[in-house]
């Protein structure tokens, strides 16, 4: 298993260009990923008509608890390591599986569904809760970046949170690899990583998410997207038009440490 630290981070980019991803231990404190679970409550709380894997970005854009969370200089530096020194944020999203009714993520490329120019952007995937194989982590297909983009089809007979998936016959699932974490790792992988997750059968919640990373250089396509924010570096001008950073308002937000700074 590709496992490291923050103390060993200069060594994860030949195994991420290798096998597609890699680990990263005990990145995330005990207190920031308590706050994080209860910012999952929260937006459950406030969004009743959503399931809970599905807490996206067009949540969150204007949240500063979110923004401050994304821009924490412990995950930056784990990206900086494979994007460089000029980061921009693109997306990111909770997907919290409740126990017994989690729902799976069919096998996938995460570069199907984004609209980016190169395709040059990483998933760094947290967990809040333990990931493990009984509520359904995350799996990946080492390597299987250096196929290149694979085609997806709708795939609606069973339940999957993308209701889409590659041809069973591209993934050979016996080269699967079980990432389970613990709270506060993180994994990292590439957006041609097959990768997708079982249902959560288990009475315990899978809570964790994922934040999409890019170098200033990665345009975005869509019109009007709704989160782009620089995060650490410099610009590149004429690439991306990126969001001021949100306000902390009481009442609307999500009260937590160090909210003064957002005010």
């Not at 994304?70 to 909770?94: C, E, H, K, M, W």
């Not at 570096?233 to 969001?243: C, I, K, L, T, W």
């Amino acid at each position: 298993m590709n496992e490291f630290s923050l103390s060993n981070l200069n060594e994860i980019k030949e195994a991420y260009d290798h096998d597609g991803f890699v680990i990263v231990r005990d990145v995330l404190d005990t207190d920031l990923v308590s706050e994080l679970d209860r910012h999952i409550d929260w937006l459950i709380e406030h969004h009743p008509d959503l399931r809970p894997e599905r807490l996206g970005h067009w949540l969150i854009a204007e949240d500063p608890f979110w923004i401050r969370f994304i821009s924490d200089q412990r995950l930056l530096d784990v990206a900086s390591t494979l994007i460089g020194p000029n980061i921009a944020f693109f997306a990111a999203d909770y997907i919290a599986k409740p126990p017994r009714d989690g729902q799976a993520v069919s096998w996938h490329q995460d570069a199907n569904y984004w609209g980016l120019e190169p395709m040059e952007v990483i998933t760094v995937w947290f967990a809040v809760s333990q990931s493990t194989c009984e509520n359904g982590c995350v799996r990946v297909i080492p390597g299987s970046h250096r196929l290149g983009p694979v085609d997806h089809r709708s795939q609606t007979d069973t339940v999957n949170l993308l209701n889409s998936e590659v041809d069973p016959a591209v993934v050979d699932e016996r080269q699967a690899v079980d990432v389970q974490l613990s709270p506060g790792d993180v994994s990292v992988h590439h957006p041609l990583m097959l990768h997708g997750s079982k249902a959560n059968t288990s009475s315990q919640w899978r809570r964790g998410g994922s934040i999409q990373y890019m170098p200033v250089t990665t345009r975005i396509t869509a019109d009007s997207w709704p989160c782009a924010f620089l995060l650490r570096g410099d610009d590149a001008a004429g690439v991306n038009d990126y969001r001021p950073m949100p306000k902390y308002v009481a009442g609307q937000h999500m009260s937590f440490k160090g909210y003064e700074a957002w005010i």
